[in-house]
């Protein structure tokens, strides 16, 4: 018999490198210390809930409402220039249709990419368009001291690689990037610059989470200074192989614990973001955990949680069984 466990849904995630003190791990006695500081929010995609993804006014509006960082999506356009947008396609967004790579950086400005973004029934940027920014103009826009999460869409990784790089060569902006992708790939095309800051690759914080969790113990845990980022909570299917078939089960898996957590802490320095953090709920259990930082949609919704958790915050006692 043999388990496999798949993710269900696409994700995509970011990278940064949090400046500061890692919150307070879970205990190696297992005793639960009172929380004196809480998770930092990053901006996801600029701040999705609040604005139109990856626009400009997203961004202005979650530095506005005091978001930790910003989390922004790649891809290059017809002209070789790094701008924002994540689908594959632009009718998913925007007014227009086709691939980003299809549209000059110029075209890509003149796009609504705020067409089809929903505020209760309204559709309130349909008459105020916003165009996809070129990732330059965004580096410009966010303060000098607010951590940036590059997440690199779209292949080949290369080419992408190289004219972030450029960019980032320019603005002198490589000290608060932190590069993040779901293709190993970019990982390896950023390995030719010794500036660039890496998230671990997914598959390497996913095998380690399920291995925690199935009970196999903490073989590999991450080296020091590590980045690493993946959801609270996720929908997941786990395949069991028989000699004459398979059984499945879909299950929605909480993979931030504080056994996970317990091995993810073992070295100094490593960066813990939970993804998909958008409720009081969650924000609070990630905070018990230690986890560094959260991805939330709404910056504007979370600075208010965060603003109402009465502090030191006091969580219960860890069950950390399984951990070895």
Known sequence: MRLAVRGSIGGSIAGLMLAGCALTPVTADDRAAPVASLPQIIAHR???GDAPENTLEA?????????????????????GV???????????LSDAKGPVSAFTAAELAGVNAGWRFRRGDAYPYR???VGVPALRDALQA????????????????????????????????WPRVTIYSTEADYQQSFAAYPQAR???????????????LLNQGCVDAPAEHT???????????????FTLGEGRSDVEASLWTPATLACFRQKPDVRIVAIAVNNADDYRTAAC??????????????????????????????????RQ
């Open 46 to 48: 600029g701040g999705t």
């Open 59 to 79: 961004i202005r509006l979650s530095v506005a409402h005091h978001a930790d960082a910003m989390w922004l999506t790649v891809q290059l356009s017809k002209d």
């Open 82 to 92: 790094p701008v924002l947008y994540r689908p594959a396609d632009l009718s998913a």
């Open 127 to 129: 008459d105020h368009p």
């Open 142 to 173: 966010i303060p000098a001291a607010m951590p940036i999460i590059l997440d690199m869409k779209a292949l080949p990784a290369a080419p992408q690689a190289q004219a972030v790089a450029r960019v980032l060569d320019e603005e002198n902006a």
């Open 198 to 212: 890496l998230f671990e690759s997914r598959d390497a914080t996913r095998g380690r989470l399920v291995r925690v």
């Open 227 to 241: 980045s690493t980022a993946f959801e609270l909570h996720r929908a997941m299917t786990v395949v069991e192989k």
């Open 289 to 322: 955990l230690g986890i560094d930082a959260v991805l939330a949609d709404s910056p504007q919704k979370m600075a208010a949680i965060k603003a109402g958790v009465a502090m030191p915050l006091q969580c219960a006692k860890p069950n950390v069984a399984g």
